[in-house]
């Protein structure tokens, strides 16, 4: 299976490590000794498995994720040559005077990269992603900023997150690199992407969070699909209770299988999103240095079709038409 992102970085991690979490609250508080021991602990056993790339954006937290990571960074002496860094941007916080909103006007993306270099006390960014789509994007605009934040080795290369092909497509008209990268909500907890293949047509088909065909669009053009929200916070794996039949069912069958495998719960949910034939990278979020340890299970073993497709339909809930 292809691996999209390893032709521009050979060495990435098939796991990456979501930065969400990091650094506290959401809120201007301080990083407390408490949070930065937690990220700390976090981080180092992500970096003990093997996962090497790191998700961040520059509103985790309000910038105490970057902040509290560039500190780990110095801290510990890395080479910074053997990290796969990436951030995303876009996204604006509602304050006195505006409401949330989105901005990929060239200006904002520039002070948002700059800002997340200095947190992050590092020369560049791997890869820079736009966070969520801006309906008043300029794709030319987008372009330009791009060019100059590369020639400069700010930023090596660039992607996108929560965007439909259509989308892609448009900005990728205008942008002379090829994008890298479309972060996207999969698991086996939000598996409308894999509906909205199956259900093609159908009037009663799902609930389309995405453009149809997104996911082929991405593999046609190599674009690394990565998965936010991989794990679905724990539902299947014990992080949080079950609360429909369907999710209960398919929790049952998230132990069984990882008895019969013989590894973790966790791994199994990953497992899941590894077999499909996009190649999709997981994004795992968690704190826990157990759920850490747990998740690169899901890279020695293959889920066979009938275990693959027998957690589908527990998740959906109902029997394939």
């Not at 509103?59 to 951030?87: A, C, M, N, P």
Request: aromatic share 8%.
């Amino acid at each position: 299976m292809t691996f999209p992102l390893r032709q521009s970085l050979p060495t990435v991690s098939r796991l990456v490590y979501g930065c969400m979490h990091l650094g506290g609250s959401w809120d201007q508080s301080p990083i407390s000794s408490v949070a930065r021991h937690k990220a700390f602990a976090a981080l180092e056993t992500a970096l003990e498995q093997g996962i090497n790339c790191f998700d961040h954006a520059d509103i985790y937290t309000h910038g105490k994720s970057e902040q509290v990571f560039g500190d780990f960074l110095r801290q510990h002496q890395l080479d910074r040559q053997q990290l796969v860094l990436q951030s995303k941007c876009g996204i604006r916080f509602a304050d006195g005077q505006h409401v949330g909103r989105y901005d990929f006007s060239a200006d904002y993306i520039r002070s948002s990269v700059e800002a997340s270099l200095r947190r992050l006390q590092t020369d560049y960014l791997d890869l820079l992603l736009l966070h969520r789509p801006d309906p008043l994007m300029q794709p030319e605009m987008v372009a330009d900023v791009f060019h100059r934040l590369q020639q400069e080795g700010k930023v090596r290369a660039f992607g996108v997150s929560n965007m439909a092909w259509p989308q892609l497509q448009l900005l990728q008209r205008s942008v002379a690199e090829p994008l890298q990268v479309n972060q996207l909500q999969m698991s086996l907890a939000d598996h409308h992407w894999v509906e909205e293949g199956v259900l093609t047509g159908m009037p009663s088909g799902a609930n389309v969070h995405f453009a149809a065909g997104t996911v082929e669009f991405c593999q046609l053009h190599a674009i690394q699909l990565q998965a936010w929200g991989s794990l679905a916070q724990g539902l299947y794996s014990g992080g949080r209770a079950p609360e429909t039949a369907a999710e209960q069912a398919t929790a049952e069958v998230v132990q069984q299988l990882a008895a019969d495998y013989q590894i973790s719960a966790e791994a199994i949910v990953l497992a899941w999103l590894l077999r499909h034939p996009a190649a999709i990278q997981p994004v795992i979020g968690t704190l826990s240095p157990e759920r850490i340890k747990a998740c690169p299970q899901a890279l020695a073993v293959e889920l066979s079709r009938e275990h693959w497709y027998q957690l589908y339909v527990a998740a959906r809930g109902q029997a394939l038409p």
